[in-house]
């Protein structure tokens, strides 16, 4: 038995207004929130228990999820009174873990898709011998994430959560977000106080002399953090660039559910997800986008690089780029919405074409 813990307790707060009601790993990423995907790629790895660190929304994640059985695993739930942080998360989800004090439990944070060997990293992590392993991966601009500098032989050499300033970035190599914890290193967490593992468990451990060793893994890696990264993501899983036994069709320019209505003369590309009942009209364009269930695309409409959420209605011949619309907004006929552009709930824009400028 190889047990996990998500850590879904954030508030994803970039993401608003759409986790205005849902927390950011229940958003459906190409139809499928992010954690059932997770679940997916964990359970393909040997996973049979996981137990969810929630804290922000708890009750969205036990209404969807149950008790796993219908993903084919075990789950069990460690809601947070006080949002504990990603350390004290982990500790606090300790009391329902069945794994012995030298046994393996992977930890992931619950808005990374990724495509990494995670059978392969449990196994280095074995072959190592190691406390924690971290997957690692490289990106273009690491400041917005932990550098993790590893030693020739995979050993993690130092841990710095988003250095304040660009000389402080002496790796491109950053923490991927996923761990393999030896049981009785969480343990060791101190419980009951909010603990940033990243700032304080990881630095303190290496302190000591604890082995944390890199598993580097050049596949797909994303982090769903942002508006734009969350498309992405999105049209990535629809595209088959990012790999998911949970989604919910096949790979290809689009992925139309059933129940979904495109007019023949509609124009769908770039990984565009179309949720259930949701319609695109005549000669609209939806390139690279998320539709949520019920959204509506009226003809002619120009829609790139964007999320619609549930039940959202846009005008016709309006175009949008970049722009995050909330469930059930509203945006009239002819608009025009630049990248960074949110719409919230409730909200309708009139038929004047108005223009937002970018916050990104
Ligand atoms: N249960 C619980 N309680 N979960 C939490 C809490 C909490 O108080 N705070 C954050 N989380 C969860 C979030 O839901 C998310 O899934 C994960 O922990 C990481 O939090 P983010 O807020 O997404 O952090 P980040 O993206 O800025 O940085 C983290 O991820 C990067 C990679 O994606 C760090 O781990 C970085 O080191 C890393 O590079
Ligand atoms: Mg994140």
Not at 121 to 145: C, F, M
Not at 188 to 193: L, S, V, Y
Not at 307 to 331: E, N, P, T
Request: glycine share 14%.
């Amino acid at each position: 038995m190889v047990e996990a813990v998500l850590l879904v307790g954030g508030k994803g707060s970039r993401l608003r207004p759409l986790t205005v009601t849902t927390p950011k790993p229940m958003l459906p990423v190409a139809g499928v929130p992010c954690t059932e995907h997770q679940i997916a790629r964990a359970r393909e790895a040997g996973v049979t228990r996981v137990v969810l660190g929630t804290s922000y929304k708890a009750e969205v994640f036990s209404e969807y999820f149950g008790d796993g059985s219908r993903f084919g695993v075990e789950l069990v739930y460690a809601p947070e009174d006080v949002p504990l942080g990603t350390g004290g998360a982990i500790r606090h989800v300790a009391e329902h873990l069945q794994s012995g004090p030298d046994d393996p439990v992977l930890v992931l944070n619950g808005d990374i898709l990724s495509g990494h060997d995670i059978a392969g990293q449990l196994k280095q992590w074995y072959a190592d011998g190691a406390d924690v392993s971290l997957y690692l991966t490289r990106v273009e601009d690491p400041r917005a994430y932990g550098l993790v500098p590893t030693a020739p032989d995979g050993r993690v050499l130092e841990f710095l959560e988003k250095p304040e300033s660009l000389e402080q970035c002496t790796t491109d190599q950053i923490n991927a977000g996923c761990y393999v914890f030896r049981r009785s290193i969480i343990d060791e967490i101190p419980a009951g106080r909010p603990v940033s593992v990243e700032r304080e468990t990881f630095p303190e451990l290496l302190a000591r002399g604890a082995r944390l060793t890199g598993f580097v893994d050049p596949g797909y890696w994303l982090d769903l953090g942002t508006p734009l990264a969350f498309v992405k993501g999105s049209s990535d899983l629809v595209l088959g660039h990012a790999p998911s036994p949970a989604l919910p069709g096949r790979v290809g320019e689009a992925l139309v559910v059933p129940g979904a209505e495109v007019a023949w003369d509609a124009h769908l590309s770039g990984g565009t997800f179309v949720g259930a009942g949701a319609t695109v009209g005549s000669g609209a364009i939806v390139v690279g986008s998320a539709l949520f269930d019920g959204a509506v695309i009226a003809a002619g409409a120009v829609v790139r690089g964007s999320v619609i959420g549930r039940g959202a209605i846009i005008g016709s011949g309006a175009v949008l780029d970049g722009v995050v619309v909330g469930d059930r907004a509203v945006v009239g006929p002819g608009n025009e919405l630049t990248r960074g552009a949110r719409v919230w709930p409730g909200v309708a824009l009139g038929d004047t074409a108005v223009r937002f400028s970018s916050d990104r």
